[in-house]
């Protein structure tokens, strides 16, 4: 039996795959947004936040961030995130194994 938890992952598994094979394969998604491909695949608006943004460190350092995170999920909206550079090859052996995120890749919130 699959928690609610498991279920949303897979079913974000899903769509990332989908949206790869719409796209002809994974290799052409990169240097993409998650915010995009929710565009794409649900038609719905989205919002994107750069950290490196002043108003958006105003709005961390304020705490203020965190409730319109927690208000995002609490309202069922999808929420995704992604970290800059251009590693695409998580698998080899100088990449950093210690939990840390990875450059280039976009990772969902589940």
């Known amino acids: 039996m699959f ?3 498991h279920c949303n ?3 974000v598994l ?3 795959k989908a949206y790869a094979k719409l796209h002809g394969n994974y290799f052409l998604l990169w240097g ?7 565009i794409d695949l649900t038609g719905c608006p989205t919002a994107y936040y750069d950290f490196s943004d002043e108003f958006v460190k105003m709005l961390i350092d304020s705490g203020e961030f965190w409730k319109l995170i927690w208000w995002y999920d609490e309202e069922g ?3 995704s995130g992604s970290t800059p550079g251009e590693e695409r090859w998580s698998e080899a052996p ?3 194994t210690d939990g840390n995120l990875l450059p280039g890749h976009a990772y969902s919130v589940v």
């Open 77 to 79: 909206f999808l929420l």
């Open 94 to 96: 100088e990449i950093d």
């Open 9 to 11: 992952e897979l079913w």
């Open 32 to 38: 993409g947004f998650a915010n995009e491909a929710l």
């Open 14 to 16: 899903i769509l990332e």
């Open 3 to 5: 928690s609610k938890a």
